[in-house]
Structure formats: C-alpha cells, structure tokens
C-alpha cells in the first residue's frame, strides 16, 4: 500500500478523491500497488462528506508522517503551495501537482530537490488538463529538437471567443456566460489578459528548449480589447481569431509570446473550439504533432493529477523527470519576429490608401458592408518593430491583430 495525501480540497482535490474512489481497481493495477489517501488537507471542515475522516488541518500532520510517500498539491497560487511543496520534496515525499504558477515560477528548483532525493515532482496537469502534454515533452519526443510549441490553452478564452463567432455576441456577454457556466472566475483578469496562458507556455517552453523561461519575459496580450467587429473581419478572411501562446526557436534565437491572432482555416488549431484546448508541436525529426482535449475541469485535469500520483507510485525510489535546467533562456525581442499583421483604420480607403501604402508598402483592403467609416487591410510580411514605425507614421488605427502562417 502506498499512502497518499492531498493538499486542498477545492474544485480540483475533491477531483482527485473521486477519480480514485471511483476508479481504483483499475488504478491500482495500474500502478501495481494500493493508492490509499490517509491525509486531506484544508482549513474547512465537510459534515456529511465522507472524506471528513481524513481532514486534517495542520500540514506538519503530512510532513512528519513517514508513511506519506506522495503529495497531492492542488490548492494553487504561490504561497503556501510552494513551502509546503518544497518541505515535502525535502522530507523525501514525491509530490504531484496542478499549480501552474508554482511550476511556472519554481519548476527548476522543485525538479532539483526531487533529483537530489531521487524522488520526483510531476505537474502533468499544471497545462492543458486532461491533455497529456508534459509527459510526451518528456518521453516520447525526447529524441527531437522541438522547433515550435503553439497552444490555445486557456480554455476560458477560447469559449469567449467561439461565442463571439458561432453567435455574434460582445465580449463582455460572452464573459458573462463563461462566469455564470464556471468557466471564469469572478475576477476572470488571469484568464482574459493572457496570464494563465503565459504561465503555460513558459513551462512548455522550459521542457521543450531544456533551460528555464521566465514568464515575465514573455510578451503577453489578452482578449478583452477584441470586438464583434474583429470577428466580422476574420469571418471576412476566412480566419478565427484564437489567442495563442506561440513558442518558436529560429536558429540561436528563441521567441515566446501570448496574444491573440488570426488563424486561417488550414492551420491546425483553427477547429479548436469551446472550451477545449489544443497544443501543436513540431520537432525536426517527427514533424507535426496536435494534442487536444478538455484543456480544464474537475474531472479532466484530476485525472492528469492521479496519472502523476501512479507514475510516482510506479517509481518510488527513481527519478525520472527530464532535465530543466535553472540557467535562464535569453527571448530574443518579438520586435525582430516576423508576421503579417490586420490593421483597423477609419476614414475611406480611397483618401487613406496612399499614405498606408507610404507607410506599409503593398497591402490588402479588407472591407465589412456595414463598417462605412472604417476599413481594414493586411500588411505584407514584416518585423513588429517594422510595424510599429509604420504605424506611427498613420493617424487613426483603430486595432490590430496579428496574424499567424
């Protein structure tokens, strides 16, 4: 028997509780032992539920508990998720986690102590929930050099968005919705400013390139300044509007960035819709590679969370997390990235037109039947900071949108 504990019993923990209650047979044969959860911790008590004989309110209940052999740590944020994390790595207890913001920040050092310990600290859920995603960075294409990591994987945006198209809605209603179903907190700033896909795209980044990326190095854009009126023109390409955190090596140069951009229908994460997520990799030995699923959820990203708890419980006494160094990747500037890009502009093209072309060069005039006081066009391929001096040489842009392939 292995016993377990579980930090948190939120949306997630009480997750992990169920997964094993209800699939236990199969889990245990799975890991070839029996995973028995002794602990839950959490500062409330829950009359009625069953798991009440379990909780326990102080935490050095489980750290001085030599029969704990891992940790379930899926109470979120920074503090005191990574104390607790770090005293249980310490004290030789495997630990499996879902907290993004803890990875993201303390990935390295977490990785160190459980190679020092010859245990292990697995995060499988801390992206893309239910999607395997960090075990295949890890494994499976080990034998490649990742050139490109391009994910939707913040399932909150990606549902704002899809009803913005499928149903012309504003995205303040759209957010609305997305709160009232759960998919957005209250304050929904991590979700629609990008944070949370930054955080994401960090990690996957630090597995793919093999040295730590900083999420506050990484340009970060969300969705709340985009419009129905966006939508329309994308319609109008034949492009969805995704907000994408895009992760790409060109060279000795490393790029990183999360905003959103507009997707042609030939682009593989074009069809990803709702609330799913979808990651697409491409190494230079397999090619391409899409990942998809429920990128969030109760249910979807505990059972990522109890995939890492059998993975630890197979092995116990041996580390086997791939090397993410603590020596820091330098991002090159996304000023030297090279795109196209969707411009918004009022007036009329035909009073407009030549001063863009003066600016910009060649472009492509993109116009909406109802929009009489303002037209769009699409630049030719160019650096952002090419962008930018052109576009302060014109008056009245409205918005742009970067467009991606």
């Not at 008590?45 to 935490?59: A, E, N, S, T, Y």
């Not at 600290?121 to 490649?144: C, H, K, M, Q």
């Not at 050139?147 to 913040?154: A, F, P």
Request: net charge negative.
């Amino acid at each position: 028997m292995v016993n377990i504990a579980v930090l948190g019993y939120g949306t997630v923990g009480s997750g992990v509780v169920e997964v094993i209650n209800t699939n236990s047979s199969s889990i245990n044969k799975k890991a070839g032992e029996e995973i028995n959860i002794k602990y839950v911790l959490d500062l409330r008590d829950f009359p009625g539920d069953p798991v009440q004989d379990k909780i326990v309110h102080d935490f050095n209940v489980v750290l001085n508990d030599d029969d704990i052999k891992i940790v379930v740590e899926v109470m979120g944020g920074v503090n005191p998720a990574y104390s607790f994390v770090k005293q249980c790595l310490e004290a030789g207890k495997s630990v499996c986690t879902s907290n993004k913001e803890l990875v993201a920040k303390y990935g390295p050092e977490l990785l160190q102590i459980a190679r020092d310990k010859n245990i292990n600290f697995l995060f499988e859920a801390s992206v893309g929930g239910g999607i395997p995603i960090i075990r295949p960075l890890n494994s499976s294409l080990t034998a490649d050099e990742i050139h490109e990591i391009t994910g939707i994987l913040n399932g909150t945006t990606n549902y704002i968005l899809s009803k913005m198209t499928d149903e012309g809605w504003e995205f303040d209603d759209a957010l609305k919705k997305a709160q009232e179903f759960g998919y957005a907190e209250r304050n929904p700033e991590a979700d629609i400013e990008g944070y949370d896909a930054c955080r994401k795209i960090a990690i996957l980044s630090s597995l793919a390139f093999g040295n730590h990326v900083d999420y506050e190095d990484i340009y970060t854009e969300g969705i709340s300044k985009i419009t129905s009126k966006d939508i329309q023109y994308a319609k109008k390409l034949g492009m969805a509007i995704k907000l994408l955190a895009d992760s790409k090596r060109d060279g000795d140069n490393f790029y990183a960035m999360v905003a959103p951009f507009m997707i042609a229908k030939s682009h593989p994460l074009f069809s990803v819709n709702d609330v799913f997520n979808g990651i697409f990799v491409n190494g230079n030995v397999i090619g391409d590679v899409m990942f998809y699923g429920s990128g969030a959820g109760k249910l979807p990203t505990a059972s990522a969370v109890v995939a890492d708890v059998v993975d630890a419980t197979k092995h116990l006494k041996r580390n086997v997390m791939a090397f993410w160094s603590s020596k820091k990747l330098e991002l090159t500037s996304i000023e030297n990235a090279k795109r196209r890009f969707f411009i918004r502009i009022k007036g009329n093209q035909d009073t407009l037109l030549a001063d863009i072309q003066a600016a910009f060069g060649t472009v492509e005039i993109v116009t909406l039947e109802d929009a009489k006081d303002e037209f769009g066009f699409i630049t030719q391929v160019m650096t952002e900071r090419q962008y930018h001096e052109a576009a302060g040489k014109l008056n009245d842009m409205i918005s742009m949108i970067r467009i991606e392939g």
